[in-house]
């Protein structure tokens, strides 16, 4: 069965620091790896796209990081603002499937 | 720049009545998808569609009803609510399949199952 986890489960950090989001993925045979990011109330909306064969992909001060050997991903955010307070999903697809983990709820404080 | 739109946006019915959710996208995209989002499940694919008249069950389908004689349309039938159904639900549209393709989402529909 296709797994995707997600860790931490939640995270708080002041404004301004960085952090690391991880996704450990088990879906095979594997396509590509997405990031969203989901504010509350509010549809996912994706952050980055990587295929099995990137490395990494960046969208402004959010850069994903793909290892298909290890079956991890994760999302780094330099110099966290406040409106990054948000819930971030990983989502494995094959085929045309998508297996979404449970997110991880990050607070960003002043 | 309407995108996809869902309504409606929160819905509140009894047990054993009928609830249609509906979904519009603008894009013209071939895949559309509809997702419940519960705790401690994540995202589940409930029925998605390669293109009009074409649909097919996701992970979770018992329940539901979908069709799609239009492109832009994709309406979700909960033909007898439980309150197992209580969740967020979201619609979703690709110009191609999840394989290679950017998902777009709505902005969700909340429903309550009393």
């Known amino acids: 069965k296709n797994q995707v986890e997600q860790s931490p489960q939640s995270l708080i950090i002041l404004e301004g620091k960085n952090c690391t989001l991880q996704?450990?993925?088990?879906?095979?045979?594997?396509?590509?790896l997405r990031w969203y990011k989901q504010d509350t109330g509010r549809g996912p909306v994706s952050l980055t796209i990587?295929?099995?064969?990137?490395n990494t992909k960046s969208n402004g001060r959010y850069t994903a990081t793909l290892d298909a050997d290890t079956k991890q991903s994760s999302l780094h955010i330099t110099a966290s603002q406040l409106s990054d307070s948000a819930s971030y999903i990983c989502?494995?697809?094959?085929?045309?499937?998508?297996?979404f983990g449970d997110g991880t709820t990050l607070t960003v404080k002043p | 720049d309407a995108g996809i739109t869902q309504s409606p946006r929160y819905k509140i019915t009894e047990t054993g009545r009928q609830v249609t959710l509906m979904c519009h996208q603008t894009?013209?995209?071939?895949?559309m998808f509809w997702y419940r989002q519960d705790l401690g499940h994540g995202l589940r694919l409930i029925y998605y569609?390669?293109?009009?008249?074409?649909?097919d069950k996701g992970e979770v389908p018992d329940g539901y009803v979908v069709s799609r004689s239009k492109t832009e349309n994709f309406p979700l039938t909960l033909e007898s609510a439980t309150r197992s159904q209580t969740s967020v639900y979201f619609c979703?549209?690709?110009?191609?399949?999840?394989?290679?393709?950017?998902?777009?989402f709505g902005e969700g529909s909340r429903l309550t199952v009393l």
């Open positions: 894009w013209s995209h071939s895949y």
């Open positions: 569609s390669a293109a009009a008249d074409i649909t």
């Open positions: 989502d494995g697809s094959n085929a045309g499937k998508s297996t």
């Open positions: 996704c450990n993925y088990t879906v095979s045979p594997f396509s590509n």
């Open positions: 979703a549209s690709s110009e191609w399949s999840t394989v290679s393709g950017e998902l777009f």
């Open positions: 990587m295929t099995f064969s990137e």
